[in-house]
């Protein structure tokens, strides 16, 4: 694909808008999970929970708090990754538009609980993408409509014959030419002169062709080519990889412990919380709802972690669109952690990794070791 082809417009305000509307959308969603704890947001979700059609779904008040933070937590980390990937689309990666192609819905979803319309100016910015002539500038054919030149057409055969066509004039056959009187150096009675036999190269019965000499400039084939030294593998991006596998396999175990213990021992756990801390505060949920979002929290956390450590593997083995992918995987995580860092300090061992990490795989000799 040839890269100094210029950029269509319309690819330039899409990319823009995806980045822009992701923005935008990941202030709006931390700022609807901050106001839920407000009294004019609870009459607002007591109205909605008493109108139809929630009113018959058997929904509770904490569980429409439960619903709409964890959307908009997706939405947030969705917008997050958008907002990456509209960055690289802007750089002609086909791999950043598959990918925004792919988080579009979430995007869409989780956006309809930040009550804003800034979800659906991402997914229209990702639609654009895949319209002309954004489309044929990533397959990288020529967009821009072709100047022909002014000039005459070659006509039909096959069109009927109309009033203005004249036709065609009809030549007269030419007389032959008169017999010339033959040259002095013709052959007999004035005919050609025969044709002269060419010489043939081919060797004597009993001679044999010369061997061909070699060619003492031809390459050996076994010959390992000069100037072209194997490409080693940069120490950032193997410490990039090494630190994604150690981190997700620990707090994917950690997490499936604790869940573990919830599932067996719930009751006998939260005895010795409220024991350890008497003035433990659990915002009004019950037991069994702390215990099914610790379930679902688990669950995502351990694909997450199973994503990023493919993508780990892959970029390990020098596929590029695994590296953009793994920054985007990242980038999503350090967000996910930096909120949850606030709640929880010991998490910031795990923002430092995962801040480590994305240093690491935005080197600049990580970048070269790809682009070769």
């Not at 004019?40 to 109205?47: A, D, T």
């Not at 910015?125 to 030149?149: H, K, N, Q």
């Not at 630190?243 to 994917?252: E, F």
Request: with cysteine; charged share 15%; aromatic share 8%.
């Amino acid at each position: 694909m040839s890269q100094d082809a210029p950029r269509p417009g319309q690819a330039t305000f899409a990319a823009w808008l995806i980045i822009g509307g992701s923005v935008i959308l990941v202030v709006t969603a931390w700022q609807r999970i901050s106001s839920l704890h407000t009294l004019e947001v609870q009459e607002e979700l007591r109205r909605v929970l008493a109108e139809p059609p929630l009113s018959s779904s058997g929904l509770g008040f904490e569980g429409l708090k439960t619903t709409i933070r964890v959307m908009c937590m997706v939405a947030a980390a969705a917008a997050t990754a958008s907002t990456i990937l509209g960055w690289h689309a802007l750089k002609r990666s086909t791999s950043a538009r598959l990918a925004l192609t792919l988080l579009a819905p979430v995007v869409l979803i989780g956006g309809f609980a930040t009550a804003g319309i800034f979800a659906p100016l991402v997914v229209a910015g990702v639609v654009m993408l895949w319209l002309r002539p954004t489309r044929d500038w990533f397959a990288g054919r020529p967009w821009a409509p072709a100047v022909s030149a002014a000039g005459p057409k070659r006509p039909d055969p096959f069109a009927p014959r109309s009033a203005d066509r004249a036709e065609p004039e009809e030549r007269k056959p030419e007389p032959p030419p008169a017999p010339t009187r033959p040259g002095p150096y013709q052959g007999t009675y004035g005919g050609p002169p025969p044709p002269a036999t060419p010489p043939t190269d081919s060797p004597a019965p009993h001679q044999q062709a010369p061997y061909p000499s070699p060619n003492p400039y031809a390459p050996q084939p076994h010959a390992r080519p000069q100037g072209s030294p194997t490409a080693k593998r940069p120490a950032s991006l193997v410490a990039a990889c090494v630190i994604t596998w150690v981190t997700t396999a620990l707090v994917s175990g950690f997490l499936l412990l604790v869940s573990l213990v919830l599932a067996v021992a719930r009751e006998d756990l939260f005895d010795e919380l409220e024991r350890q801390q008497p003035d433990l505060d659990l915002g009004g949920m019950t037991h069994a709802e702390l215990a099914t979002g610790m379930f679902v929290a688990t669950g995502l956390v351990v694909v997450w972690s199973v994503v990023a450590m493919v993508l780990a593997a892959l970029a390990f083995r020098r596929i590029g669109w695994a590296r953009i992918a793994l920054i985007v995987c990242t980038g999503v995580a350090g967000l996910v952690a930096l909120a949850a860092t606030l709640a929880s300090p010991p998490l910031v061992l795990v923002l430092g990794a995962i801040g480590v990490t994305f240093w690491l795989l935005l080197r600049a000799d990580v970048t070269a070791w790809f682009r070769r």
